[in-house]
């Protein structure tokens, strides 16, 4: 079992950065895919960012250019660095891995002024 631990959410101001962490720990010692996803109250969850075991990197055509993920170590440890953040990032936003999948518990990041 893995269990996936996010820090990083908060409350920050537009145009504000954040940095979003995930650690995975557990008897999962290679995880292929791990990614960020995030969810609108009334909305459907929708795919963020991933990145893979080999450094393949995928992006919603709305974050592109604003948001980085990044795994140093190839691993266990997630990381989505926020820039230029917009009111419309407000949401939950979820660590995930695949193959097999987990889910974390979310943290909440709030864009406002």
């Known amino acids: 079992q893995v269990q996936l631990v996010e820090s990083g959410g908060g409350l920050v101001q537009p145009g504000g950065s954040l940095r979003l962490s995930c650690a995975a720990s557990g008897s999962i010692f290679s995880i292929y895919v791990m990614g960020w996803y995030r969810q609108a109250p009334g909305k459907q969850r929708e795919l963020v960012a991933t990145i893979s075991s080999v450094g393949r990197t995928n992006y919603a055509d709305s974050v592109k250019g604003r948001f980085t993920i990044s795994r140093p170590n190839a691993k266990n440890t997630v990381y989505l660095q926020m820039n230029t953040l917009k009111p419309e990032d407000t949401a939950v936003y979820y660590c995930?891995?695949?193959?097999?999948?987990?889910w974390g518990q979310g943290t909440q990041v709030t864009v406002s002024s």
């Open positions: 995930k891995t695949e193959s097999p999948t987990y």
